[in-house]
Nanobody, 123 residues
Framework: QVQLVESGGGLVQTGGSLRPSCAAS????????MAWFRQAPGSEREFVAA????????YYANSVKGRFTISRDNAKNTVYLQMNSLRPEDTAVYYC????????????????WGQGTQVTVSS
């Protein structure tokens, strides 16, 4: 079992940056595949980025490629999502997810979820 807690969301202007983090407890994050998803009001939760176990591969949604970077700090048991050049359409609740292995980019492919952190980008 692993518990995930996100933090670091907030309000930022268009073009700004934020770096939400996801702290894990209960298990060592390096042995998990990790991902970020987001859910905007009235929309379904969508995949943002993922990193496989032991950082062998990284995946990004086309909408964030080149602007967002997923990373992990094993010493802190924490995963980050560096978000640059933010746009109003990036406004959403951002969720951290963990899985015993990378199986795909749908909600059903991930085993553990955090409670989410709100990111709001003003125009």
């Amino acid at each position: 079992q692993v518990q995930l807690v996100e933090s670091g969301g907030g309000l930022v202007q268009t073009g700004g940056s934020l770096r939400p983090s996801c702290a894990a407890s209960g298990r060592t994050l390096s042995s998990f595949a990790m991902a970020w998803f987001r859910q905007a009001p009235g929309s379904e939760r969508e995949f943002v980025a993922a990193k496989t176990r032991y950082n062998s591969r990284t995946y990004y949604a086309n909408s964030v490629k080149g602007r967002f970077t997923i990373s992990r700090d094993n010493a802190k048991n924490t995963v980050y999502l560096q978000m640059n050049s933010l746009r109003p359409e990036d406004t959403a609740v951002y969720y951290c997810a963990a899985g015993t292995t990378y199986r795909g980019s749908t909600n059903y492919d991930w085993d553990y979820w955090g409670q989410g952190t709100q990111v709001t980008v003003s125009s």
